[in-house]
């Protein structure tokens, strides 16, 4: 069978699980045969081999039955990075982007900073930020070692210098007064929401999705811990659930915090909060 034929039964099968079907169909052959989508518009006529066949099914299966396309690839887009991705940690997500954005917003160019990431996952706000403030010395932290793994790996493939570290969330960092920005895209999702058995996330490590009271207890527990870690008039930033910008402000509001502000992602939804360290 011809190569455009291949990708047209491919598309049709996942046109019903994705959005993105005729895409998603390009990215798996693409990978498969070790080129770019552009091949397949010079050569729609060539004739794939059985075993390339085989693998492209093989993929596909997985695609039919809901796994995300970025677990398939072992690999996603993020900032201007490309980032290896494993089941051990959530797909980054363009709405984590508007985190970073918000981040360098309050930090000078060419000045150097100190930076704490928690619950790295792939590394993606620790790399994104020390891609873009080479002076700063980035730390990203998370309680599992394999996500610890992947996120150092990350480093590499980037030819980023950040340090990873085992830990959940502070536990492993002495008091220190010393980060003058800790961002986190922490667990979020109330353990009820029916969001949770929908696409994506189905696949998505629940430790990374999923925190106690109505999702918010991992951000209260930081928000209540941070000034330990924070150097004077430091930043905490979150992102967070669109509908949790309240409860956040007004945690950061009880621990004394000030300039506490939110801002929206890319389809309007309230989505990150920052705090800044009060004692000024
Ligand atoms: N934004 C993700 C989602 O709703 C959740 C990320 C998180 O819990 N930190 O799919």
Not at 88 to 104: G, K, Y
Not at 223 to 240: R, T
């Amino acid at each position: 069978m011809r190569i455009d034929e291949q990708l047209k039964g491919a598309y049709e099968r996942l046109t019903f699980v994705s959005d993105t079907a005729k895409l998603d169909a390009q990215l798996l052959l693409a990978h498969v045969l070790g080129v770019t989508s552009a091949y397949f518009y010079t050569w729609p006529d060539k004739v794939l081999t059985s075993e390339q066949i085989d693998a492209f099914e093989r993929l596909l299966i997985r695609r039919e039955q809901g796994e995300p396309i970025a677990y398939i690839l072992q690999q996603q887009a993020f900032w201007t990075l490309d980032l290896e991705v494993a089941q051990c940690t959530l797909i980054p997500r363009a709405d984590t982007e508007r985190l970073v954005e918000v981040a360098l917003a309050l930090m000078l160019p060419e000045k150097a900073y100190r930076i704490l990431d928690l619950g790295t996952g792939t590394g993606a706000i620790a790399l994104a930020l020390a891609s873009e403030s080479p002076k700063s010395s980035v730390t990203g932290i998370d309680f599992n070692q394999d996500a610890v793994a992947l996120a150092k790996r990350n480093a590499l493939r980037n030819r980023l210098d950040v340090e990873f570290l085992q830990s959940s969330w502070f536990e492993q960092l002495a008091p220190c007064h010393e980060f003058n920005l800790i961002v986190s895209n922490p667990p979020y999702i109330d353990p009820n929401d029916e969001h949770l058995a929908q696409g994506d996330v189905r696949f998505e490590p629940k430790s990374a999705l999923v925190s106690a009271e109505q999702g918010l207890a991992d951000i209260l527990h930081i928000i209540a811990a941070a000034p330990n870690y924070l150097a004077e008039s430091g930043y905490l930033v979150f992102e967070h659930g669109y509908d949790q910008a309240e409860a956040v402000r007004a945690a950061f509001l009880d621990k004394g915090y000030s300039d506490v502000k939110t801002y929206q992602d890319l389809a309007g939804n309230d989505r990150v909060t920052q705090g800044r360290k009060a004692g000024n």
